[in-house]
């Protein structure tokens, strides 16, 4: 909740912060995209690992209020086996409930075609596949090789073509892997181009475990975009060791336009031992409006969704932006 003053302090600071926006847009708008489209993971990939039952109406407030800020293209959930991950058990009311809005893409993570079938029964706007770009990280994570991976996820893809659902792709460990060190950026193309050539109208390179260096992330996006056009790729940092903005900012100088994130924080890998969560919406969305780029979010409102999750998980923001804010600057 925010107190008359700070609310008052805020305003304040938003509206000189626009002034900003509008000049240093053209400082960077050479090297720059002028727009970027947030995927927002929150609901999906930050709440998956939590250990105590998160209400299905608390989800469906989240989501809402994220759409409410500004966010177009959100993962609301995923229809994967609860006996794997039982926070995603209510993945079909989660849909039922949802206030649809035009202009939203709503997507949900499939990991085969049982949950294809029942996420095209949901009505939502897309699926998303899930690789690996290590075979250790793929067995632990979905028990299964690469290239078993990929079979499993061409029947998806073929009906996904014949039904009119966009399919989006994810490659985890793009640049180490908790178990096998760093990864070759040409493993990281080959999957991602297998993924792109099978249906895939966007890849998403995950940082999984936070250890990658912005020449690290250019290193991967410069190799995965010989085979993948740039406009198609995205990018999935997770903050580790504190690096996840920088490696953005690094993404953005090559092209990237289509950012990853989770409000709050939310998030982690239970396959990735001490990996922290995703990068935070609301430090991402800060930088973007700070370089002068449309994201088309109000950061207030952002922020608003941020606390009011992180009131009901009963714990603070791990957005630095967030904690700012919440100390009225």
Same mark, same amino acid.
Request: charged share 20%; aromatic share 6%; with cysteine.
């Given at each position: 909740m925010w107190s008359p003053m700070g609310k008052r302090v805020l305003?304040?600071? $938003?509206? +000189?912060? /626009?002034?900003?926006?509008?000049?240093?847009?053209?400082?960077?708008?050479? =090297? $720059? &995209? +002028? =727009?970027?489209?947030v995927v927002?993971?929150? &609901?999906?990939?930050? $709440? #998956?690992?939590?250990?105590?039952h998160v209400p299905t109406e608390t989800k469906v407030a989240m989501i809402h209020k994220l759409i409410d800020s500004g966010i177009k293209h959100i993962e609301v959930t995923s229809f994967v086996s609860p006996k794997w991950v039982p926070q995603m058990s209510d993945n079909s009311l989660v849909c039922s $409930?949802?206030?649809? #809005? &035009?202009?939203?893409?709503? =997507?949900?993570?499939?990991?085969?075609?049982?949950?294809?079938?029942?996420?095209?029964? *949901?009505?939502?706007?897309?699926?998303?596949?899930? *690789? *690996?770009?290590?075979?250790?990280? +793929?067995?632990? /994570?979905i028990n299964c090789s690469i290239s078993e991976s990929l079979k499993r996820f061409l029947p998806v893809c073929e009906a996904a073509r014949k039904d009119g659902i966009p399919v989006r792709g994810y490659v985890s460990c793009v640049v180490a892997c908790p178990y096998e060190g760093k990864i070759n950026p040409k493993e990281v193309a080959q999957v991602a181009r297998d993924l792109y050539t099978m249906g895939c109208c966007e890849i998403s390179l995950g940082d999984t475990i936070g250890a990658a260096t912005p020449s690290d992330m250019q290193l991967v996006i410069r190799e995965v975009s010989q085979h993948v056009p740039l406009e198609k790729l995205a990018v999935h940092c997770h903050d580790t060791y504190g690096q996840a903005l920088a490696n953005i900012y690094a993404a953005l100088e090559m092209g990237i336009s289509i950012i990853d994130s989770s409000v709050a924080g939310l998030g982690g890998c239970p396959y990735a031992p001490g990996a922290s969560g995703n990068v935070a919406t609301e430090d991402v969305v800060y930088m973007l409006n700070g370089l002068g780029i449309d994201c088309g979010v109000d950061i207030k409102k952002l922020i608003d969704a941020g606390n009011f999750i992180s009131h009901e998980l009963n714990r603070q923001s791990s957005s630095k932006v967030a904690q700012a804010f919440n100390c009225h600057l």
């Amino acid at each position: 909740m925010w107190s008359p003053m700070g609310k008052r302090v805020l305003h304040r600071y $938003l509206a +000189s912060y /626009n002034i900003t926006r509008t000049a240093s847009s053209s400082l960077h708008s050479k =090297s $720059l &995209p +002028s =727009s970027v489209r947030v995927v927002e993971v929150g &609901p999906r990939d930050g $709440l #998956q690992n939590e250990k105590s039952h998160v209400p299905t109406e608390t989800k469906v407030a989240m989501i809402h209020k994220l759409i409410d800020s500004g966010i177009k293209h959100i993962e609301v959930t995923s229809f994967v086996s609860p006996k794997w991950v039982p926070q995603m058990s209510d993945n079909s009311l989660v849909c039922s $409930l949802l206030e649809r #809005q &035009p202009g939203v893409k709503y =997507s949900v993570l499939t990991p085969n075609l049982k949950g294809y079938e029942a996420a095209l029964a *949901a009505k939502v706007s897309e699926v998303a596949i899930f *690789a *690996a770009a290590s075979e250790s990280f +793929s067995k632990k /994570n979905i028990n299964c090789s690469i290239s078993e991976s990929l079979k499993r996820f061409l029947p998806v893809c073929e009906a996904a073509r014949k039904d009119g659902i966009p399919v989006r792709g994810y490659v985890s460990c793009v640049v180490a892997c908790p178990y096998e060190g760093k990864i070759n950026p040409k493993e990281v193309a080959q999957v991602a181009r297998d993924l792109y050539t099978m249906g895939c109208c966007e890849i998403s390179l995950g940082d999984t475990i936070g250890a990658a260096t912005p020449s690290d992330m250019q290193l991967v996006i410069r190799e995965v975009s010989q085979h993948v056009p740039l406009e198609k790729l995205a990018v999935h940092c997770h903050d580790t060791y504190g690096q996840a903005l920088a490696n953005i900012y690094a993404a953005l100088e090559m092209g990237i336009s289509i950012i990853d994130s989770s409000v709050a924080g939310l998030g982690g890998c239970p396959y990735a031992p001490g990996a922290s969560g995703n990068v935070a919406t609301e430090d991402v969305v800060y930088m973007l409006n700070g370089l002068g780029i449309d994201c088309g979010v109000d950061i207030k409102k952002l922020i608003d969704a941020g606390n009011f999750i992180s009131h009901e998980l009963n714990r603070q923001s791990s957005s630095k932006v967030a904690q700012a804010f919440n100390c009225h600057l």
